[in-house]
């Protein structure tokens, strides 16, 4: 049933195959590397899938193997996770020697009958299994009871403490009625002291867990209803002190009538004037008015000289080397005080990340269970800074994947071995299989006399349009002639966002003594087919020599069919030469189904043979999460696409490039 087995180690070397002369499958073994080995993925358990073949695979890290089986992903074999296990078993008993000294010349020529021995017993395992009766998982076997965050939940414990200390008390219901029958008495004096003022409002009454008012909240509520009865008449008499209103009285005490403004009325010229706050106002036909196009703003023509070159890195403020100190001197305490922790009731001493874990590793094998609550922690800890909960749980499952069978030194432990390992997964991930050189593309475009085009696309409200002025503001700084094509024609005020973004941007590079503008519009106004304004724009581009031409569309839902398909549309029809995907970093588990969806809906509603999928993504709104970075991790894990533009501000100049390390260093701390 299998069609494919082989064994190979981290640098390489196939060490042992089956069949030993087939080379149909190489390049899914190869596929297999690039896509989950190579891209911390490992660790969830699920099959890789490449075309009709589906690959599983296990960590040895000990001896630095990988075991790969390949079968076809139509067949449902249940038994390929035992026969992974237990092959891994029989290699390593058999061949420890020749493993521990790297001594493989000999060859492994006599695995094979150990392989078939095992195969057999697997399947056979395996039929036997399925004719037992199947028997009902419990919530703690099924995978939804893995996805909680217990350990984040606030005063989980009191409810349960409240209500067992009302039952601890017996002699508190005879209390409370006993006071109940003194409490008109004193009721009474506070009721002329009332007159004068109106009663406070009080909160509403707090009831027991037997549903009985407390001594103190019937007295208040006793109180409020003396002062209603003997305050009524006082609380409607005008106050001396009251000042008279000036609103439309005379001076003789009567009230003119003033005109009624009705709701919803058109508006006079001078309303119109007092809401306009605008400095200049528009003339050109693209917006621009002869005061900016005459003197552009001294602070933005100082702006735009940072702006050429590279964009500078995203700056995050390192982790102190003391505060890492104290994560690893907490774990460094003594293990009978790491072990008394859940003898106490639960709770967990120590500050920092890994305070809770305490006890010296030395020199061992790590295994599951010594992993096991350091990891449940760092899953907690990645969720806390906004990664989504099913990245979390994946990226330390690979993490557990890799260290398994590891052997730390003297003075390591488990948590410094956890964080280095997690380190490295993060800059991993974070680090782009293939670099996105805009300039140097744009150029290679210029070249063949053809402008380099670019889609945005997203969700509604992340900032599209926002940052497509911010990329064409660092593309003209570089010398690029940039053409905005306004493909948004459903939302209203959509083209008047970008004319005005155009003429700030004409106001900072004034056109050419030939009059040749650095930067136009392209719009047809409004309900016309997107891909038709696409297709006219990019025409318009190679005709007018422009350079780039930035494509804005309407924000839309993932669930949005018909908005979806619109979208798919514009990219078969146009085929732009980068698709970026403008998520927010405020987004937690959303960005899992934007991304996926988005991808999904490119691949399956194209018209094409081969779609055109993300290309890269823009992070905005990076200033407002703090230290709460996780969306760069899970929007990276997904597609596989690098992080183009970081969005920090709302000026032109704040677009920065990602910086793996300054993330990951804020996603740890």
């Known amino acids: 049933m299998l069609d494919f087995f082989t064994i190979f180690s981290r640098g390489g070397l196939v060490l042992w195959c089956f069949p030993s002369t087939s080379t149909l499958f190489t390049s899914s073994v190869n596929a297999l590397i690039r896509s989950v080995l190579l891209q911390e993925r490992g660790g969830g358990g699920d099959a890789f899938c490449h075309e009709s073949l589906a690959l599983r695979h296990r960590l040895d890290n000990e001896y630095e193997l990988v075991f790969v089986v390949c079968y076809q992903k139509v067949l449902q074999l249940n038994y390929v996770d035992k026969f992974l296990d237990d092959i891994h078993r029989e290699f390593r008993d058999k061949y420890k020697n020749e493993l521990t000294s790297g001594q493989f010349a000999a060859g492994f020529d006599d695995f094979q009958s150990v392989y078939a021995r095992v195969l057999q017993a697997s399947e056979s395992a395996a039929r036997a299994n399925a004719k037992r009766p199947k028997e009902m998982r419990t919530y703690v076997e099924s995978e939804k009871s893995k996805k909680t965050v217990s350990s984040m939940i606030v005063g989980a414990e009191q409810p349960a403490a409240a209500s067992s200390a009302t039952k601890s008390a017996p002699g508190a219901k005879s209390a409370k009625n006993g006071a109940s029958a003194k409490a008109p008495a004193k009721a009474k004096p506070a009721a002329p002291a009332a007159e004068s003022k109106k009663p406070t409002e009080a909160p509403p009454a707090a009831a027991g867990s037997n549903g009985q008012l407390d001594e103190e909240t019937r007295l208040r509520n006793l109180e409020r209803l003396a002062a209603k009865k003997l305050g009524g008449k006082a609380s409607k008499q005008p106050s001396p002190t009251a000042v008279p209103s000036t609103g439309s009285e005379t001076g003789s005490g009567k009230r003119v009538k003033q005109k009624t403004v009705w709701a919803g009325s058109k508006l006079s010229r001078a309303e119109m004037e007092a809401l306009d706050r605008s400095d200049d106002k528009p003339t050109g036909p693209n917006g621009a008015s002869d005061a900016g196009e005459a003197a552009a703003d001294p602070a933005l023509i100082k702006q735009k000289r940072d702006m050429i070159g590279d964009l500078k890195e995203l700056s995050v403020q390192p982790v102190d080397s003391a505060d890492a100190g104290d994560d690893d001197s907490d774990s460094d305490g003594a293990a009978d005080a790491g072990n008394a922790a859940p003898a106490a009731g639960g709770k967990s001493g120590g500050g920092g990340l890994f305070g809770m874990f305490r006890g010296l590793v030395g020199s061992k094998t790590l295994n599951r269970e010594d992993l096991a609550p350091v990891l449940d922690k760092m899953r907690d800890h990645l969720v806390a800074k906004n990664v989504a909960a099913e990245i979390a749980g994946k990226l330390c499952d ?33 680090s782009p299989r293939r670099r996105v050189d805009i300039l140097r593309d744009a150029l290679d475009a210029k070249a063949r006399g053809r402008p380099y085009s670019i889609v945005m696309c997203g969700v509604n409200g992340v900032g599209k349009s926002t940052n497509l002025a911010k990329i064409a503001f660092w593309l003209i700084a570089n010398g690029c002639r940039v053409l905005i094509a306004a493909c948004d024609t459903f939302r209203s005020g959509a083209v008047e966002q970008l004319r005005t973004h155009v003429r700030r941007l004409a106001a900072a590079y004034p056109p050419e003594s030939d009059g040749s503008s650095y930067v136009e519009l392209y719009e047809k106004g409004y309900g016309k087919d997107p891909a038709g304004v696409a297709m006219e724009a990019l025409r318009y581009a190679s005709t007018k020599r422009f350079n780039v031409c930035l494509i804005d569309t309407a924000g839309r839902m993932q669930d949005n069919e018909p908005l979806m398909r619109a979208l798919a549309k ?100």
């Not at 052997?407 to 490295?424: I, L």
């Not at 189904?593 to 490119?602: A, C, E, G, H, T």
């Not at 996780?630 to 709302?650: C, D, E, H, K, L």
């Not at 100049?653 to 993330?663: E, I, Y």
């Open 398 to 430: 690979s993490v557990a994947a890799r260290l398994e069978g590891r052997t730390v030194g003297a003075f390591s432990t488990v948590a410094s071995t956890v964080r280095s390992a997690m380190t490295d997964a993060c800059l991993q991930i974070l």
């Open 570 to 669: 514009l990219v078969s029809v146009n085929e732009p030469d980068l698709v970026l995907f403008v998520g927010e970093a405020l987004v937690g588990n959303e960005a899992v189904d934007q991304l996926v969806k988005f991808n999904q809906s490119l691949a399956d509603m194209s018209q094409s043979e081969q779609p055109h999928t993300i290309d890269g993504i823009v992070l905005t709104k990076f200033d407002t999460v703090d230290d709460q970075v996780g969306a760069a991790i899970s929007m990276t894990y997904i597609t596989g696409q690098p992080i183009v533009f970081v969005g920090t501000g709302q000026t032109y100049t704040d677009l920065k490039a990602l910086s793996a390390s300054a993330v990951v260093n804020t996603l740890l701390r």
